[in-house]
C-alpha cells in the first residue's frame, strides 16, 4: 500500500531562512508525488509535481523539491522564507488503483517568525 | 473560469438532518472527487467520478451518497447527519490520470450538534 509520512506537524522559521519541508514516501511503483498548500480558510494549491521527467521539481514562490529514490524522499525546499509562505503543506503520492486518489500526509504548518 | 466552486461555505446541522454539499467545475474534467479534511489526518477520499453516470467509494464513504448526472456537477449528500461529520469539505477535480494536478473548491465548513 502507498503511504506519505510529514516530518513535524510545524516547523518555524525565520523570515529570510531557508525553509525544509520533510516529505517520504512509501511506493511498490514510481510514484507520482505533490506537493500542495493550503492558506487560512482555503483550498489547497499546487505547488509542484513529480511525475518522473527530473529529479529537481521547480515550483511556484520559489519552492523547489528533489525526488530521491534511494531515500524515498521529496523534501520540499525554499532559500529564503517570507512572511507569506506561512500557511499548511501537504505532500502526496498518487494511488495505484483506478481512483487517482491523492495519498495524503498529515501535513505541516510553517510558521514565518519576524 | 471560475474554477471548482462550493456552496455552501459554512453550515450547521443537527443530528438526524440531511442536506447536499454542491459543488461544480467549469473545466471540463471527467475526473471530480470529495475529501474530508481532519485536523491531524490530512485529506481523505470519501466518493469519486470518473465520469458522468460513474461513481465508485473511496476510503471513508459510509453516510454519503453522492450521484453524476452531468460533467459539471458533484454534489455530495449526507442522509443523516452524526456528530463525526464535522468536518470541512473539500471538492476536487481533474483530467483522467495519476500525473495530473487535482484542482481544488474553497471548501465547506460543516458542524453536527
Known amino acids: 500500500a502507498q503511504s506519505v509520512t510529514q516530518l513535524g506537524s510545524h516547523v518555524s522559521v525565520s523570515e529570510g531562512a531557508l525553509v525544509l519541508l520533510r516529505c517520504n514516501y512509501s511506493s511498490s511503483v514510481p510514484p507520482y508525488l505533490f506537493w500542495y498548500v493550503q492558506y487560512p480558510n482555503q483550498g489547497l494549491q499546487l505547488l509542484l509535481k513529480y511525475t518522473s521527467a527530473a529529479t529537481l521539481v521547480k515550483g511556484i514562490n520559489g519552492f523547489e523539491a528533489e525526488f530521491k529514490k534511494s531515500e524515498t524522499s521529496f523534501h520540499l525546499t525554499k532559500p529564503s522564507a517570507h512572511m507569506s509562505d506561512a500557511a499548511e503543506y501537504f505532500c502526496?503520492?498518487?494511488?495505484?488503483?483506478?481512483?487517482?486518489?491523492?495519498?495524503f500526509g498529515s501535513g505541516t504548518r510553517l510558521l514565518v517568525r519576524p | 473560469n471560475a474554477g471548482v466552486t462550493q456552496t455552501p461555505k459554512f453550515q450547521v446541522l443537527k443530528t438526524g438532518q440531511s442536506m447536499t454539499l454542491q459543488c461544480a467545475q467549469d473545466m471540463n474534467h471527467e475526473y471530480m472527487s470529495w475529501y474530508r479534511q481532519d485536523p491531524g489526518m490530512g485529506l481523505r477520499l470519501i466518493h469519486y467520478s470518473v465520469g458522468a453516470g460513474i461513481t465508485d467509494q473511496g476510503e471513508v464513504p459510509n453516510g454519503y451518497n453522492v450521484s453524476r448526472s452531468t460533467t459539471e456537477d458533484f454534489p455530495l449528500r449526507l442522509l443523516s447527519a452524526a456528530p463525526s461529520q464535522t468536518s470541512v469539505y473539500f471538492c476536487?477535480?481533474?483530467?483522467?490520470?495519476?500525473?495530473?494536478?487535482?484542482?481544488f473548491g474553497p471548501g465547506t465548513r460543516l458542524t453536527v450538534l
Open positions: 476536487a477535480s481533474s483530467y483522467r490520470g495519476r500525473y495530473n494536478e487535482q484542482f
Open positions: 502526496a503520492v498518487s494511488s495505484m488503483d483506478s481512483s487517482y486518489k491523492l495519498i
